[in-house]
């Protein structure tokens, strides 16, 4: 519970980043195989501080094994590199990440639908008073405030003890989201996170994507649909085959010249258009 | 976040807190069913029923069977089912007197060894369901098989005498009224109070819930799905020997066939007292109100001079009208969570 937020300031706080800051996950020259299959090759890959990035690739393209080597489900082969806030870490494994604050909200969640909001909140790391029991009134007294202050709800609007099965699909991404910055998840990770989503629930969850960044803390937003990630990601990295195809600023980049090198890319396996 | 942010407001009035009636709906209506109950036997029977005497009885009885549907209820929470407790009390008794009764231990000897009897068939149960993944219905009907066959053969079929010149200390804790109230429903209380903050204000309670209601989710948020079933199983082996004890006790004698006959009670306990039949639901308070529901139908039948053959399809009417209702309540709330609302 150490890493927990205190209050509402520390998630407000958003840093500046300054140029040349050190990248809160870099990833050098990963490859990661699967018995004849090599599903990562040489991968170079970082995520900077109060930086959103973007995954994109087709199926098979080595977007999964990526994510699963930044939360540590896989390690890389050997000759990979994986450093955490510019320092070398080896013994690389789910539970180091978790430690390290890099979180998940999975493709569907991670949610009790049968549970009260303030119990998902804070499923797997429940407070407790200095007797060891749950504190169940500060459980739900938290909860409102983080409803309030950063899933845009006042305290008339959705009660903590509300089951999260009357809550809306985009709502829900919102409780998942707000659970990983509560615990002060330096990097979150976004599977596919609009999937299965209404226009309106995507947008909703759009928008926690951004308070992600607006509070200071990076993120990875893997989805299949461009049209949900250009708009909120600061990079886009392109995978095919494994490999790095592509990375890209927003900035730099139009969806239209984007979307015309992913065709290529799908086409050519090659990221250079034709002179 | 800024306003512009989210729109995620208010719809209808479903921002508004649950209410009491939300809330404890399931245990309201138990209380509910158990007064209306109680006053169709003070109808049909009013001399029996204005008799301390019958309240005395249910006091003695009901724990014999409540205690484990209180355990129970954290099993079921969990999605999973016990039907071996009743083999595990006999077993766990059948240890005491080996221990105290033939080996000549001190009582209390023999009251650890046959506990520690019943933590180890809740751990087996809890082992092969959460390690192996196999279906706890249907592992429980073997163990439960396992289980009596043990105490059978290491009692070679036979009883024990358990009488209060012999065990004194033991018919002082398990059968000697507490001022003229009946112990073992102060048992139950105590155990009631201890479960409650168990389930509800314990790191452990909350698991159950979780696990119970999705396991994938528990799991991927770090909670140890496995270690909390396995916990559960061995809270129920624990409680059937203490009830097997206090049930042995009150009869004087252990029997070899300890146990069988509890099933149905303690399972249309917990299934009346509200405890969703899919997992992720349920309250300890609930089953406890159920348990002396289920203790009054059998002596508030005969009582009533309706033939006792019609206990079993009282007993059988009220587990299919829970579940029935527990499940119309689930696929509402799945059905909420499919729309989104």
């Known amino acids: 519970m150490g890493r927990r937020m205190k209050g509402s300031g520390a998630m407000t706080a958003a840093a500046t980043v300054s140029v040349g800051e050190t990248p809160v996950i870099e990833l050098k020259n990963v490859s990661k195989t699967f018995g004849e299959v090599r599903s990562l090759a040489n991968v170079n890959f970082r995520v900077d501080r109060r930086e959103i990035v973007g995954l994109l690739g087709d199926n098979g393209a080595g977007k999964s094994t990526l994510i699963k080597v930044v939360m540590g489900f896989y390690s890389p082969d050997a000759g990979g590199e994986i450093y955490f806030r510019g320092k070398r870490v080896d013994d690389w494994s789910v ?19 049968k549970q009260p909001i303030w119990r998902n909140m804070f499923m797997g790391r429940e407070l407790r008073t200095r007797l060891g029991l749950l504190d169940v009134e500060r459980m739900r007294a938290e909860c409102a405030r983080l409803m309030s202050e950063h899933m845009g709800f006042t305290s008339a609007a959705v009660h903590p003890n509300n089951v999260v099965a009357t809550m809306s699909g985009g709502e829900k991404q919102g409780v998942a989201i707000t659970r990983a910055l509560y615990f002060e998840a330096e990097l979150v ?5 609009t999937m299965g989503l209404s226009l309106s629930e995507t947008k909703k969850t759009l928008d926690f994507v951004r308070h992600i960044k607006e509070v200071g803390r990076s993120a990875i937003f893997i989805d299949h649909n461009i049209f949900n990630i250009y708009p909120v990601v600061d990079r886009l990295y392109v995978l095919d085959r494994g490999k790095v195809a592509g990375v890209f600023s927003r ?25 | 976040m800024t306003d512009k942010a989210l729109q995620a407001r208010p719809v209808g009035n479903r921002g508004a807190p649950p209410s009491l009636m939300l809330r404890y709906g399931s245990q309201l209506g138990i209380i509910g069913v158990g007064l209306a109950m ?18 005395r009885a249910f006091a003695e009885t009901t724990p014999l069977f409540g205690i484990i549907a209180l355990s129970l209820t954290f099993v079921v929470i969990t999605g999973e089912i016990d039907l071996s407790f009743p083999s595990v009390m006999a077993l ?9 009764a033939y080996g000549g231990a001190p009582w209390w000897v023999g009251l650890i060894c046959a506990l520690l009897t ?6 087996i149960n809890g082992l092969l369901v959460a390690s192996l993944s196999i279906p706890s219905l249907v592992i429980t009907i073997g163990t439960g098989f396992l289980f009596r066959g043990l105490e059978l053969v290491l009692m070679g079929g036979t009883g024990v005498p358990l009488t209060a010149e012999q065990y004194p ?4 804790l398990l059968r000697e009224p507490v001022f003229g109230f009946p ?4 048992w139950m209380v105590a155990i009631l109070i201890a479960e409650w903050l168990l389930l509800n204000r314990t790191q452990f309670g909350a698991h159950v819930f979780l696990t119970g209601d999705n396991q994938v989710s528990a799991r991927l948020m770090g909670v140890n799905a496995a270690r909390v079933k396995i916990k559960a199983f061995v809270l129920v082996g624990v409680t059937a020997v203490f009830c097997g004890l206090l049930s042995s006790i009150y009869g004087y004698y252990f029997w070899p066939s300890t146990g069988e006959g509890s099933l149905l009670n303690t399972i249309a306990s917990v299934f009346l007292g509200g405890t969703s039949v899919f997992g992720g639901a349920g309250s300890v308070v609930g089953t406890f109100v159920a348990s002396f529901i289920i203790g009054a139908i059998n002596a508030g039948i005969v009582s009533a001079g309706v033939n006792a053959f019609y206990t079993q399809l009282a007993f059988g009417l009220v587990i299919v009208i829970s579940v029935v209702l527990q499940t119309i309540i689930d696929r509402r709330i799945r059905r909420q969570s499919l729309t989104g609302r």
């Open chain 2, 118 to 123: 019943g933590a180890v068939c809740g751990f």
């Open chain 2, 169 to 172: 200390q033991m018919h002082a």
């Open chain 2, 92 to 100: 766990g008794t059948a240890a005491f007197c080996l221990v105290a």
């Open chain 1, 189 to 193: 990770i976004l599977d596919e996170p």
């Open chain 1, 95 to 113: 539970a180091r990440a978790r430690k390290l604050g890099i979180e998940t909200v999975y493709q569907e969640r991670a949610l009790c639908e």
């Open chain 1, 251 to 275: 900035a730099d980049i139009t969806m239209d010249a984007l979307i015309e090198r992913l065709y290529h890319v799908a086409r050519t396996g090659t990221m250079e258009l034709p002179q």
């Open chain 2, 38 to 55: 109680w006053l169709g036997f003070v109808i049909a029977a009013p001399r029996v029923f204005t008799d301390i005497d019958i309240y």
């Open chain 2, 183 to 186: 112990v073992q429903t102060l």
